[in-house]
């Protein structure tokens, strides 16, 4: 109980900090698109289970209603990854409710078990449909109260599940959290976090991608694993005590895993975990998953506005001081 009072109370501080924190992905996170395949592509495209997961939280005191915007939820047209044909179909699903979030199937990287838990409150599927292209469908409005309240959070959450339902095509779309049902308008103080990215890497080798999964003070060690990363480049993680640590990215089609320990300073802080590319040859159409867990297997919490913000490395923390 005392951890989740320090949570939310590091929380409340920085909600106060930051009023415009829905595009997912943030603008912090420099990730083109979320991806999502059709259950019959091949995993070497870059998506492992064709199925991504969403958490939006709402502050407590947010009473109004909320819609939750996705762009370009259709597979076709100028954005999403053509294979053959434009065939495949995506359900975008939200969920409210008791345990939509605190069931732990929801808090993990798996289609299995419950994961689906809380109360269905809208779903569509989507095909090729130009309507769609380059533009937003608009679900909601949902009650703050629709969503599932939470200690640890202290505020309101909802999930989104995407999951490609039929064909080998590549969706990329991404979400916006509004208080509009027709134009993008934030929620004061509300954040979006996920345990899995599955997501489009940019084209352009000089931009870095990043994700922040916060680090709370009950995590000793943080285990990475990335998927189908095509050997692009590496990960660097940045922290307030860390100055950049490398870990290694997987080959085409499979897994790579690496560990580190957590530093004292990190504790409560988010770490910047960056994706930095290959210079030559320029790997084009990257798709690549990532979760993070730490010693107990429970996954990390990305948040699109990092808690404490974007962290910082700072020199006084990261060297031990010398003795004079
Ligand atoms: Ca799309
Ligand atoms: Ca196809
Ligand atoms: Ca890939």
Redesign the pocket.
Known sequence: MKRYFLIATIIIVFLSESAFSQPVPNVDENIPFLMTF?NKAETSWGDDDFSSTFFFLLPKSHNQPVFIRVYDPDSGGDIDE???????RTTFSVYGGKGCWSDKAAQGTETTGNYKSGTLLATKTFGEEPRYDKNYYTFGPFNPSEGEYTERWDGNVFKIICEGIS???GNMYRYFLSTDANSDKPVEGANAFAYEYSFRMHNNPEEVSHIYPFVDDQTVTVRLSNFDWDSDGFIRTVSVARKGQLSPVSAEDVWETSEFKILDAEKNTSLDIQFIKKKTPPIKNNNVVIYVKNQYGQNLEFFTSPIGGVPKYKYSIGVKPVQQ
């Open positions: 059709g053509l294979a053959g044909v434009w065939d495949s064909g080998d095509d």
